[in-house]
């Protein structure tokens, strides 16, 4: 079973920039379609972005335009580029498999503050 391990959380400043990584314990290759996921401190866990199968790519409304998911099959990780952060983005963020509810990793703590 394919396990994830995020990377790339830290403190940042409202308008600031972050890049995560999510690394596969397996190939991903061309097999699954994937999401990064959130949850807030007072949150369920929330879809941010997902990238399906063929390379097309979805967001949440409230990142659109501001985050960018990619993968790299050839080292088996997806990417979150996220600019003009927001204290509202302020969470925990996770990577899976589209669609899988568990086998969660410990995820990466993104905190936006002044």
């Known amino acids: 079973q394919v396990r994830f391990v995020e990377s790339g959380g830290g403190l940042v400043q409202p308008g600031g920039s972050l890049s995560l990584s999510c690394r596969a314990s397996?190939?991903?290759?061309?097999?699954?379609?994937l999401g990064w996921y959130r949850q807030g401190p007072m949150d369920e866990r929330e879809l941010v972005a997902s990238?399906?199968?063929?390379?097309?790519?979805e967001y949440a409304d409230y990142v659109n335009g501001r985050f960018t998911i990619s993968r790299d099959n050839a080292e088996n990780t997806l990417h979150l580029q996220m600019n003009s952060l927001k204290p509202e983005d302020t969470a925990v963020y996770y990577c899976?498999?589209?669609?899988?509810?568990?086998?969660w990793g410990q995820g990466t703590q993104v905190t936006v503050s002044p």
């Open positions: 990238i399906f199968l063929g390379g097309r790519t």
């Open positions: 397996g190939s991903i290759s061309s097999l699954y379609s």
């Open positions: 899976n498999i589209y669609g899988r509810l568990d086998s």
